[in-house]
């Protein structure tokens, strides 16, 4: 099973801060790589699909890169609604899996 | 709107079997896989399996197998998950998620959208 590595596991930042979020796949999984928040309470929101493309409704500050294994998810101005647990996973083959998620805390 | 609504919370004892129901609406329920996600409490999200609807097909996880059972009710839309032999390890919200895909995109890129609310299942004697 191809395994997913997120880091930080943790963050702690800024309204306004640019924030940038890692995923590393064990093996390659080309653009079959996915974002997704979650706030307390909820089910997961998808943010962004294949890498860069981004939900309908989601805010520009979000973007996301990478390929083969190595992946970044990038919040360009951090807002208040942004304070949350990111994961990413892949959809390559079977199982998919995800990261171990990152939380996102106010400093 | 596209949706996934589940069924309510459980409290099981230890040993039994819970079943989980995800009714789809806004969309042709034969055309999208659908997904059961497990987690555990402060945890990350796990598969359990997937299931084609067009055709009834599964796919379970090698943790779970020989325990969970997904099966779906074409006339009603919905996919139900079923887990035996709880123990205090399955206590955690399970969701329920379809896999969209682009029909445009022949890469066959897929994603998890939307989600089902999540039920909590609480195992505890």
């Known amino acids: 099973d191809i395994q997913m590595t997120q880091s930080p596991s943790s963050l702690s930042a800024s309204v306004g801060d640019r924030v940038t979020i890692t995923c590393r796949a064990s093996?390659?999984?080309?653009?079959?790589l996915n974002w997704y928040q979650q706030k307390p309470g909820k089910a997961p929101k998808l943010l962004i699909y294949?890498?860069?493309s981004l939900q309908g409704g989601v805010p520009s500050r979000f973007s996301g890169s990478g390929s083969g294994t190595d992946f970044t998810l990038t919040i360009s101005s951090l807002q208040p609604d942004d304070f949350a647990i990111y994961f990413c996973?892949?959809?390559?083959?079977?199982?998919?899996?995800f990261g171990q998620g990152t939380k996102l805390e106010i400093k | 709107q596209v949706q996934l609504v589940q069924s309510g919370a459980e409290v099981k004892k230890p040993g039994a079997s819970v079943r989980v129901s995800c009714k789809a609406s806004?969309?042709?329920?034969?055309?999208?896989?659908i997904h059961w996600v497990r987690q555990a409490p402060g945890q990350s999200l796990e598969t359990l399996g997937r299931?084609?609807?067009?055709?009834?097909?599964?796919q379970y996880s090698r943790i779970f197998q020989g325990r969970v059972t997904i099966t779906t009710d074409p006339s009603a839309s919905t996919a139900y998950m079923e887990l035996t032999s709880l123990t205090s390890a399955d206590t955690g919200v399970y969701f329920c998620?379809?896999?969209?895909?682009?029909?445009?995109?022949?890469?066959?890129?897929?994603?998890?959208?939307?989600w089902g609310q999540g039920t909590l299942v609480t195992v505890s004697s």
């Open positions: 998620a379809r896999e969209a895909y682009d029909s445009s995109d022949s890469s066959g890129a897929s994603w998890f959208d939307p």
């Open positions: 806004g969309y042709s329920f034969a055309s999208f896989a």
């Open positions: 093996g390659t999984i080309g653009a079959y």
């Open positions: 299931i084609d609807p067009g055709n009834g097909n599964t």
């Open positions: 294949s890498v860069f």
């Open positions: 996973q892949h959809t390559y083959n079977s199982p998919y899996t």
